[in-house]
């Protein structure tokens, strides 16, 4: 062997900020700037505006999985989990300002939306490839239930009884009611967050999966993390104050029905943590496609009714929560399948069938009532 030192190759260029994907950097600054577009006056500059919140929405998604990966589960989707509810919040408020009494039940629309997406499209869909891959996936029965427990009694409190009290004609809740609803649904999300990351955390683990990946971020790659998913939220806050005419008048202008937005809303926050479940499901961890999918939920109703009832009542607006009896008895559906789906600790395809096909019934009945 020869005696001379090897050539030194050159140390390859990394990104400044710590490995973090360039593009998850440039596109919310780029959103910030196409905040000073102002409120979109032509059909190419609102479909630009809603790209740049798409990929913002993005971007805000990934540093939350980045965060994710370092603090390891189930904490992971609790974070996600926080940026999402975030996103879904400043687009319901951010329309509800814009149009006023005329947006009054689009929470309600967009949070039964968001329900339905989590437990039975994405639920549906992880359980039916994973199936398909792996055959069966098991998972930790007790986190489960705990989720699927707390989803039921949310649900109904702020979907369902607000038709069947009497001190507001219709399917309203009065200030004191609504107040009430708010407190309990956060002090059942913040139970839920206890058990799920201090008392029980180990029930929302399954055992195969316990030692993932976190380790590998370095704390520095978290923290740009942090500081970039802040720029990111902001960013889509903003956009989505910009945007949310457009959306209403292009619904109007195809003739829809208005929950029509309310899906738009709920399906544009959940795109990137569906891709997130997926995933999870194709590489054998059901666990954390539950954890995400009914986290979701559970975040949907019990940070976002509460942070829409405060602001209705300070734009002196009237909060429609109530479901039509149509979606009470999809809403009944779901939750008595999920109860028996997700009940054995094992999930087949024939599972994932069943949700899909709830789901369908749920968009084509919303689509043509």
Request: with cysteine; charged share 10%.
């Amino acid at each position: 062997m020869s005696d001379q030192p090897s050539a030194v190759r050159p140390r390859p260029v990394t990104f400044p900020c710590f490995a973090l994907a360039p593009w998850s950097i440039v596109v919310p600054f780029l959103a910030l700037a196409a905040i000073a577009l102002g409120k979109p006056g032509s059909i190419p500059m609102a479909v630009l505006i809603a790209v740049v919140l798409g990929g913002a929405i993005m971007a805000a998604v990934y540093h939350a999985e980045v965060i994710a990966h370092r603090v390891g589960e189930p904490f992971g989707t609790l974070i996600l989990a926080f940026a999402v509810t975030v996103i879904e919040t400043s687009l319901i408020i951010s329309i509800m300002q814009s149009e006023g009494a005329g947006a009054q039940a689009l929470a309600r629309d967009t949070v039964f939306a968001a329900v339905m997406i989590t437990i039975n499209g994405i639920v549906g869909v992880c359980l039916l490839l994973g199936g398909g891959r792996h055959h069966e996936q098991s998972y930790t029965q007790s986190g489960v239930n705990h989720g699927l427990a707390i989803l039921a009694t949310l649900s109904v409190l702020t979907l369902v009884l607000p038709n069947y009290t009497t001190s507001e004609a219709g399917p309203f809740y009065n200030e004191n009611q609504l107040i009430f609803v708010a407190i309990d649904s956060l002090a059942l999300y913040a139970t839920f967050v206890v058990a799920q990351t201090i008392r029980h955390r180990d029930h929302f683990l399954y055992p195969e999966e316990i030692g993932g990946a976190h380790e590998t971020v370095p704390p520095a790659k978290a923290v740009a993390a942090g500081a970039m998913l802040v720029v990111a939220l902001v960013a889509v806050v903003l956009l989505a104050k910009a945007l949310s005419p457009s959306i209403e008048a292009g619904v109007a202008a195809l003739g829809a029905p208005p929950a029509t937005v309310g899906i738009i809303i709920a399906a544009l926050v959940l795109a990137p943590e569906s891709l997130a479940a997926l995933g999870a499901a194709r590489a054998n961890r059901v666990q954390t496609s539950l954890n995400l999918a009914i986290g979701s939920a559970l975040a949907t109703i019990g940070l976002t009714i509460p942070a829409v009832a405060i602001a209705s009542m300070a734009m002196g607006l009237e909060l429609e929560l109530g479901l039509s009896f149509k979606s009470i008895a999809l809403l009944g559906l779901t939750l008595l399948v999920a109860t028996m789906t997700l009940s054995t600790g094992r999930t087949t395809l024939v599972q994932g069938m069943v949700h899909l096909v709830i789901f369908s019934a749920y968009l084509f009945t919303t689509l043509v009532p």
